[in-house]
C-alpha cells in the first residue's frame, strides 16, 4: 500500500536550535498536511499545502510542499521545550475520503 | 470554541463486553472518521461517513460499529469480536473529501 516515509525517526535537540524533518512519498499527492500530536492528545494541524513549491509559514514553523508533489519538508526555528512531541505528516488521496499519515518525527527538545 | 469532543477520555473494557466511544462535532462537517492508533505507528482507519445514515469501512473495521444518525455525532462500538482492542481512538472530521482533517483529543481504551 501506499506510505509515507518520514526522517528522522526521532531527534534530539538543545532549546533554541532549529529542526528540519521531511516526508516522502513513491507517489505524487495534490494536498500535503503537518500535524502535531502531543502525547495522549489528539493531532493538531498545523500546517496545510496545496501548490506545489509552495512555502508557507506559522508562526516559527514553515513546511515547504516539493516541486516534484512527492515530497514535504517542514522546519521549527529556535526550538523551545513545548515543541516536543511527535510531528506528522498526511496526504490525501484527491477526491476520496483517504488520507495517509506518516509514521512521525518525535522531537525532543532538551533545555 | 468550534471543535470534535470525544468521551471519555479512558475506557476499560471487560472480556466479552462492547463498549461505545462518543464523538461530537460543532464544526458543521459532512464527514466523520475513526481511526486507531497504536503505540510506534501510524493511524489506521476504522470507519468513515460521508454523509447522515451512510458510513464506509476503513482499513481495519472488523470487530468494530459505527451509526451516523445525526451530522454532529458518530460513535464507535467495540464489541467483543474484536480480539485486541487497547488502542489510541481518534475521532476526525472534515468539511468534506479533500478538505483539512481535524481531530479530537482521543479515547485510550484498555482491556481489564
Known amino acids: 500500500g501506499q506510505q509515507l516515509n518520514q526522517s528522522p525517526q526521532s531527534m534530539f535537540i538543545q532549546e533554541g536550535e532549529d529542526v528540519s524533518m521531511n516526508c516522502t512519498s513513491s507517489s505524487i499527492f495534490n494536498t500535503w498536511l503537518w500535524y502535531k500530536q502531543d502525547p495522549g492528545e489528539g493531532p493538531v494541524l498545523l500546517i496545510a499545502l496545496y501548490k506545489a513549491g509552495e512555502l508557507t509559514s506559522n508562526g516559527r514553523l514553515t513546511a515547504q510542499f516539493g516541486i516534484t508533489r512527492k515530497d514535504s519538508f517542514l522546519n521549527i526555528s529556535a526550538s523551545i521545550p513545548s515543541d516536543v512531541g511527535i510531528y506528522f505528516c498526511a496526504v490525501i488521496f484527491s477526491g476520496t475520503y483517504k488520507y495517509i499519515f506518516g509514521t512521525g518525527t518525535r522531537l525532543k527538545v532538551l533545555a | 470554541d468550534g471543535g470534535i469532543t470525544q468521551s471519555p477520555k479512558y475506557l476499560f473494557r471487560k472480556e466479552g463486553q462492547n463498549v461505545t466511544l462518543s464523538c461530537e462535532q460543532n464544526?458543521?462537517?459532512?464527514?466523520m472518521y475513526w481511526y486507531r492508533q497504536d503505540p510506534g505507528q501510524g493511524l489506521r482507519l476504522i470507519y468513515y461517513s460521508q454523509i447522515v445514515n451512510d458510513f464506509q469501512k476503513g482499513d481495519i473495521a472488523e470487530g468494530y460499529s459505527v451509526s451516523r444518525e445525526k451530522k454532529e455525532s458518530f460513535p464507535l462500538t467495540v464489541t467483543s469480536a474484536q480480539k485486541n482492542p487497547t488502542a489510541f481512538y481518534l475521532c476526525a472530521s472534515s468539511q468534506t473529501a479533500n478538505e483539512k482533517l481535524f481531530f479530537g483529543s482521543g479515547t485510550q481504551l484498555s482491556v481489564l
Open positions: 464544526l458543521n462537517h459532512d464527514a
